[in-house]
């Protein structure tokens, strides 16, 4: 019923912020119909990147990791979307997009570089424990070093409340 329930709704109708929803549903749920994941990525990758936020890409990004359904791509696409963005990226997602990146080994040196500027100039008080951590380990993972970003986390973590 769901698959044709998602092959019904027409495209117009599926904006970034429902399309979020119905991935991280899926992702939860453990939906495995490849048809259903083809079409919802297929929709994302036609929508006008300016229809996104932050919130959109980190939890679509997020919840295809999570699903263990890497698409090129798309993650091309939504890096590309991330890219444009400055000052509607926050601290959670951030390190959504980048434990993203690591779940899935994929690396996009110009996402990199742009979400490393962006956590750069984020205040310290907008960083929770775990931010910094999927931050700093999502870098590592992939084997990526930025010692800007890593001494900024390091000092937003010598500020926090202990745990």
């Known amino acids: 019923h769901l698959a044709a329930a998602i092959h019904r709704t027409p495209t117009r109708a599926l904006d970034p912020s429902s399309l979020a929803s119905i991935f991280n549903a899926l992702s939860k749920i453990g939906y495995a119909d490849d048809g259903v994941w083809g079409r919802l990525c297929g929709v994302v990758k036609r929508l006008d990147a300016l229809?996104?936020?932050a919130q959109a890409v980190s939890t679509?990004?997020?919840a295809l990791?999570?699903?263990e359904r890497f698409d090129k791509a798309l993650f091309d696409r939504l890096?590309?979307?991330?890219?444009?963005?400055q000052f509607i990226l926050e601290a959670q997602s951030i390190?959504?997009?980048l434990?993203?990146?690591a779940k899935t080994s994929y690396v996009n040196p110009k996402l990199m570089r742009h979400l490393s500027a962006?956590?750069?100039k984020l205040p310290p008080d907008s960083f929770s424990?775990?931010?910094?951590?999927?931050?700093?380990?999502?870098f590592a993972r992939l084997g990526l070093k930025d010692k800007a970003l890593f001494s900024h986390m390091a000092a937003v973590a010598q500020q926090l409340p202990p745990a």
């Open 65 to 67: 990791a999570k699903a």
């Open 129 to 138: 424990s775990q931010h910094v951590d999927n931050i700093v380990n999502s």
């Open 79 to 85: 890096a590309e979307t991330v890219g444009e963005m």
């Open 95 to 97: 390190a959504l997009i």
């Open 51 to 53: 229809l996104f936020d």
């Open 118 to 120: 962006v956590a750069q």
């Open 99 to 101: 434990n993203a990146c």
């Open 60 to 62: 679509i990004m997020h």
